[in-house]
């Protein structure tokens, strides 16, 4: 080496090596897949989001399953009682070096099978939940109906016990003032075919509720 490089040499040697900082990486939660079941005609049947447990009603029978594979990518399964399952895979997801760079939106449509009913799910759900302990309180029932577009979607409301909430024709329930906890059956009977039938229980009543302006004291 020419004696000139010697001092450029020995400040190369000297100096310390440098260290890649690590990417800081946001404390936010990037799901990698957000799944979309349909049926044959649009209806959703249910959303799936990868990592994150499914919340469910009561009696629904949809099942996704999202796999990451070893080599990449997703497998992507989806079933329903009364329809052809589905599987879908190689799904790619967009990553980088903190993990899932953005989320992929998967639409899964479902088949009926041949031997499907003509109502093959039909449930109700509540919208601000099943159980109450306030008064004057309400609620909103809404009919989730998987059938074909020409079955109609007319429902008639009944409560079991009138006494414990009351519900009209709209799907509005209106509670009772009770200071025990009381259940009620709530009813959606189906216009069309009077067989198809969805309840819920309701629940109200609370020692603490001040009853002396209702009608009636419990």
């Not at 009926?112 to 039909?122: E, L, Q």
């Not at 029932?141 to 709209?170: H, K, N």
Request: hydrophobic content about 35%; some cysteine; proline content about 9%.
């Amino acid at each position: 080496m020419p004696a000139f490089l010697w001092p450029l040499a020995l400040a190369l040697i000297a100096s310390p090596t440098s260290e890649v900082a690590p990417p800081t990486c946001p404390e936010v939660f990037i799901p990698a897949l957000v799944v979309t079941v349909e049926n044959e005609r649009g209806l959703v049947l249910g959303i799936e989001t990868a990592n994150i447990p499914p919340s469910r009603t009561p009696g629904d029978t949809l099942q996704v399953s999202i796999q990451r594979q070893p080599a990449g990518g997703y497998t992507v399964t989806a079933s329903k009682r009364w329809y052809q399952p589905v599987t879908m895979k190689n799904i790619q997801v967009e990553e980088g070096p903190c993990g899932t760079a953005r989320t992929t939106a998967l639409t899964i449509k479902l088949q009926p099978r041949p031997d499907a009913p003509v109502v093959r799910d039909f449930q109700i759900r509540s919208t601000r939940g099943d159980e109450g302990g306030r008064w004057p309180e309400w609620t909103a029932y809404r009919i989730f109906l998987d059938a074909p577009a020409s079955v109609s979607q007319a429902v008639r409301w009944s409560s079991g016990r009138p006494e414990v909430a009351t519900i009209d024709q709209l799907g509005v329930l209106r509670t009772q003032c009770w200071k025990t906890r009381q259940v009620t059956t709530i009813t959606a009977t189906l216009k069309a075919d009077t067989k198809q039938q969805a309840s819920a229980e309701y629940s109200t009543g609370s020692p603490l509720l001040d009853c002396r302006k209702a009608v009636s004291k419990r």
